[in-house]
Nanobody, 123 residues
Framework: QIQLVESGGRLVQAGESLRLSCAVS????????MGWFRQVPGKNREFVAV????????YYADSVKGRFTISRDNAKNTVYLQMNSLKPEDTAVYLC????????????????WGQGTQVTVSS
């Protein structure tokens, strides 16, 4: 059974950097498209970034473009989200998600989800 476990979230100050990790087990990781989403209580889940199975394709939400970088290490079955120049509005629970081929920014198209890791950015 596939499992996704996020880590790396914590309290940081505005302008600082943070790297999130998502370790995947129970599936052929290299065949998965991996995405990062975030959620704030009372709001819809928001797409952040996605990376194709090979790592050759990435796509970002406008709100994080130029500040966040998604990457993956297929040898370690792990996807990362490097977050720089963090802002208070980046505060959310960050979730990684997995799906088959073809990247997507729509959460409904993802089949597997982690539990999330809390990122809090203070001003």
């Amino acid at each position: 059974q596939i499992q996704l476990v996020e880590s790396g979230g914590r309290l940081v100050q505005a302008g600082e950097s943070l790297r999130l990790s998502c370790a995947v087990s129970g599936y052929t990781f290299s065949s998965l498209t991996m995405g990062w989403f975030r959620q704030v209580p009372g709001k819809n889940r928001e797409f952040v970034a996605v990376i194709t199975w090979s790592g050759g394709g990435t796509y970002y939400a406008d709100s994080v473009k130029g500040r966040f970088t998604i990457s993956r290490d297929n040898a370690k079955n792990t996807v990362y989200l490097q977050m720089n120049s963090l802002k208070p509005e980046d505060t959310a629970v960050y979730l990684c998600a997995a799906k088959g081929p073809y990247y997507s920014g729509r959460s409904v198209e993802y089949d597997y989800w982690g539990q999330g890791t809390q990122v809090t950015v203070s001003s």
